[in-house]
């Protein structure tokens, strides 16, 4: 008897295990940037483990850093059929019949979370690469420094003009950026807050940045005397918890102390017209892509849309854009994941306007 229940049981087991892995389980080859030099490393293996377990599929990765080597592999591997899932830049050469388009992996599997970027097309016009990763530029907030004065992060450019204002009342330097050394990530920012982002780029986006940056200097948003602070200086104030906000980039996410990234967050400006601003002033970094020989072979394809269906939920997307953690993290992950598009910096879309404007702006804004 008890032979028969060791066997009952045994058979049990084994049937349970085989009903956990897929009778089409599948090995998928994915090619991604995500090395040990990548933050976003360790979170990357993590997902790919947990997406393995929970699915039977297996991944044979290609994961280095996105040199010359790889890029080689990479377009080896999808010339010759046998890659499924790709991460990369934008503007790597491929096409529409090695990579399925983003509106058909949209109508494939309308749930996935797919967007379409037009700042992702390629050469040909054909948009390959669902975001995954941006370069952005945003307004970083010192939570704590704020709540110090009954005062929350900004959500619109009234909220920020009203910010600036208070703790310039109370000695508190409210925007830690130097005039001096003009950043034109502060132009870029104020220029999307300042016109609706359908004109960011255009003279009246310029126009937009120069009120707004009026606005703010005559309230004391940069500090006491901005024109002789050196920038170095105010980035390092704002990294000490000092002064409350800074216009800086993604990089800047990088430099926060982890003992302070809980109260450190990005926010996202409604603008001077107040409606909300759904693109992020940057440009893409990383898409993700399938590849056309995957996409026709039934099988891979099941296996291959479950991994990037993975890798975009919101909180596995977000620990990808965010590559860090806390509550600056997860603001990262919302200002990134929310976006419609990405707007381009004004020096690479009009570099001749730019410069003689963002002169003209510096000795206006001196005169006041």
């Known amino acids: 008897m008890r032979n028969i229940r060791t066997w009952i049981a045994l058979f049990a087991a084994l049937l349970l295990a085989a009903l956990a892995v897929p009778a089409s389980a599948q090995t998928i080859s994915v090619y991604s940037p995500f090395s040990q030099t990548d933050a976003s490393h360790e979170a990357y293996l993590r997902m790919t483990a947990q997406w393995q377990s929970e699915t039977g599929h297996k991944v044979d990765d290609y994961t280095s850093d996105m040199d010359d080597t790889w890029l080689a592999l990479l377009r080896e591997g999808v010339e010759s059929g046998t890659a499924d899932v790709v991460i990369m830049a934008p503007g790597s050469g491929f096409d529409a019949e090695e990579l399925v388009t983003v509106e058909e992996l949209m109508q494939a599997a309308p749930q996935m979370g797919v967007r379409r970027f037009a700042s992702m097309r390629e050469a040909d016009g054909s948009v390959l690469l669902t975001p995954l990763r941006l370069n952005w530029e945003a307004l970083y907030v010192n939570t704590d420094v704020l709540a110090r004065y009954g005062l929350a992060a900004p959500k619109s450019y009234e909220d920020l003009v009203v910010v600036c204002t208070v703790l310039s ?177 004004l020096y690479d879309l009009i570099p001749d306007q730019f410069i003689a404007w963002s002169d003209s702006v510096i000795a206006a804004l001196m005169s006041l």
């Open 169 to 345: 009342q109370n000695g508190v330097t409210p925007i830690a950026n130097a005039l001096c050394e003009w950043s034109e990530i502060v132009l870029d920012c104020t220029a999307l807050i300042g016109a609706p982002e359908a004109q960011y780029g255009l003279q009246s986006s310029l126009e937009g940045a120069k009120a707004v940056l009026t606005a703010l200097t005559q309230v004391g948003a940069f500090g006491a005397d901005p024109w002789n602070a050196t920038d170095f200086d105010m980035q390092n104030s704002f990294l000490a918890g000092q002064a409350a906000m800074r216009f800086d980039s993604d990089w800047l996410s990088m430099m926060i102390p982890q003992e302070r990234q809980e109260n450190v967050q990005v926010a996202s400006l409604a603008g001077m017209d107040g409606q909300a601003r759904g693109m992020v002033v940057g440009v893409p970094s990383l898409g993700l892509a399938v590849t056309r020989d995957c996409f026709e072979d039934p099988a891979r394809r099941e296996a291959a849309l479950s991994f990037a269906a993975m890798l975009l939920e919101e909180q596995n997307a977000a620990q990808i854009a965010a590559c860090t953690g806390g509550a600056l993290g997860q603001s990262i992950g919302l200002l990134t994941s929310g976006a419609q598009d990405c707007t381009g910096l």
